[in-house]
C-alpha cells in the first residue's frame, strides 16, 4: 500500500495478521476521509417568456440607463457604483423569480399553465380534467420544441442540420466491360473494344 508522504489524513490504516489464514497477504483497513459538501436542491429562476421575465428586462434595461458613470475617476468611485449596481439587480432578480425544486426530472418545456391544470385535475380526480391536462401538456411541448427548432434554424441557417437526414448507403454494384478478356479501363480501351467488335459484326 502506498500512501501522500507526510499525510496524516490517510495514515490511519489497520493491518490484521490474524485474518490471513491460509493467504499470503495480510488483510488491511484503512480508514478515508469524507469531506461534507452541500448539494444544492432549490434555486431561483424566472419562466422563460413569462410576464415575470418581462418585466425583470424592463427593470434591468432600465436600470443599465440609470447608472452614474460622471464621476468614476478613482477605484473607489468605481467600486461604488458597481456595489450600487449590483445591489438593484440583486433586489429586481429577487422580486421577479421564484425558487423551485432542482431535480433530475426537471422539464424546460414546463410552464405555469401545466402546473394550474396538473393540480386541478389532483384536486378533482376527475378523468375530463385528466384529459384536459395532457392535452394542455402537449400543446405545450410542441409550442417549446418548436420554438426551439426554430431558433436553431435561424442561427445556423442550415434547417437541414436538425435532423441525420443523410445515412450511409451502398455503392451500386458496377460490371466492368471486358474485351479478348482485358479489362476496358479507359476510353480509348473502350472505343478499341467497340471499334474491334463493329469490324467484326461487319465482317
Known amino acids: 500500500m502506498f500512501l501522500q508522504f507526510s499525510s496524516s489524513k490517510m495514515d490511519n490504516h489497520l493491518i490484521y495478521p490474524d485474518w490471513r489464514l ?24 424566472i419562466v422563460k417568456n413569462s410576464n415575470e421575465e418581462h418585466i425583470f428586462i424592463k427593470k434591468l434595461t432600465k436600470l443599465f440607463r440609470s447608472i452614474n458613470i460622471s464621476d468614476i475617476s478613482n477605484i473607489a468611485c468605481l467600486d461604488s457604483v458597481i456595489n450600487e449596481f449590483a445591489s438593484s439587480l440583486e433586489s429586481i432578480w429577487a422580486k421577479n423569480s421564484k425558487v423551485i425544486n432542482i431535480i433530475i426530472y426537471s422539464k424546460s418545456w414546463w ?93
Open 111 to 203: 410552464n405555469t399553465n401545466c402546473s394550474r391544470d396538473l393540480n386541478i385535475y389532483r384536486t378533482s380526480k376527475r378523468l375530463e380534467d385528466w384529459k384536459h391536462f395532457k392535452r394542455m401538456v402537449k400543446n405545450t411541448k410542441c409550442s417549446f420544441f418548436n420554438l426551439k427548432i426554430q431558433e436553431i434554424s435561424n442561427r445556423k441557417q442550415k434547417p437541414w442540420k436538425l435532423m441525420n437526414w443523410v445515412h450511409k448507403h451502398k455503392l451500386p454494384a458496377i460490371e466492368a466491360v471486358k474485351y479478348n478478356g482485358q479489362l476496358c479501363l479507359e476510353i480509348n480501351d473502350l472505343w478499341h473494344a467497340l471499334h474491334s467488335t463493329f469490324n467484326i459484326v461487319q465482317d
Open 22 to 45: 491460509t493467504s499470503d497477504h495480510t488483510p488491511l483497513t484503512v480508514m478515508i476521509p469524507i469531506v461534507e459538501e452541500h448539494v444544492q436542491t432549490k434555486k431561483c429562476s
